[in-house]
């Protein structure tokens, strides 16, 4: 899986993440979890393992597959055909790109 303390610090990107059923947009850096970043905003997101080991935390991306949106340290629960239809695991997911999520959802 991808490992986000590999990267160096000065090398660190941000991208702005939609969460769509919060209704706001965040700033996330790619070595901090979807699920980090909206604890960090307050709010309620549904987890339990934080190892990539469960459902409870998926999330949906809005616009297409998830390996083009997110890179995951841990992914053993998820199949290629529910990533190809956008769905992520917000525990160990890093963000790649800019994107709207919706939390709480499941394959």
């Known amino acids: 899986g991808f490992d986000p303390e590999s990267i160096p610090e ?3 990107e941000y991208y702005e993440i939609e969460f769509e059923k ?12 979807i699920l980090e970043a909206g604890e960090e905003e307050g709010w309620d997101l549904p987890y339990s ?9 998926s999330g949906h991306v809005k616009d297409g597959p998830a390996e083009d949106f997110v ?5 053993d629960t998820l199949s290629e055909e529910e990533m190809d239809n956008g769905y992520c695991l917000t525990c ?10 919706e939390t709480g959802e499941s394959p």
């Open 10 to 12: 000065d090398e660190v």
């Open 22 to 33: 919060e209704g706001e947009t965040i700033e996330v850096a790619s070595n901090e979890t």
């Open 49 to 57: 393992w934080r190892q990539g080991q469960c459902l409870s935390c």
């Open 71 to 75: 890179k995951h340290s841990n992914n």
């Open 92 to 101: 160990t997911a890093y963000p790649a790109t800019d994107m709207t999520i």
